[in-house]
Nanobody, 114 residues
Framework: QAQLVESGGGLVQPGGSLKLSCAAS????????MTWYRRAPGKEREFVAN????????TYADSVKGRFTISRDNTKNMVYLQMNSLNPEDTAVYYC???????WGQGTQVTVSS
């Protein structure tokens, strides 16, 4: 089965940084546009960032633009989310997904203390 496994979450202070990783396996990762989503407790899932299959373009939610950077390494089947200037509103479970292929990870918790 296609699989995505997120890692790198944890507890950080406001203003801090964290880098999330997502390891892909068992599907054609290099052909897949990858997306980061997040879900805060009691809230709807929210789009965070997109990256094209070759990394040629990226898009971001307005709420994270300028603070987060999505990247990928197709030789390693990895996608990353560098998160800087974190604030408590960024607290959520973060998921990576090959959305068009309906492949999702289990998520990794990011908690930004106030």
């Amino acid at each position: 089965q296609a699989q995505l496994v997120e890692s790198g979450g944890g507890l950080v202070q406001p203003g801090g940084s964290l880098k999330l990783s997502c390891a892909a396996s068992r599907f054609s990762f290099s052909r897949a546009r990858m997306t980061w989503y997040r879900r805060a407790p009691g809230k709807e899932r929210e789009f965070v960032a997109n990256i094209s299959s070759d990394g040629g373009w990226t898009t971001y939610a307005d709420s994270v633009k300028g603070r987060f950077t999505i990247s990928r390494d197709n030789t390693k089947n990895m996608v990353y989310l560098q998160m800087n200037s974190l604030n408590p509103e960024d607290t959520a479970v973060y998921y990576c997904a090959a959305t068009a292929l309906q492949v999702w990870g289990q998520g990794t918790q990011v908690t930004v203390s106030s």
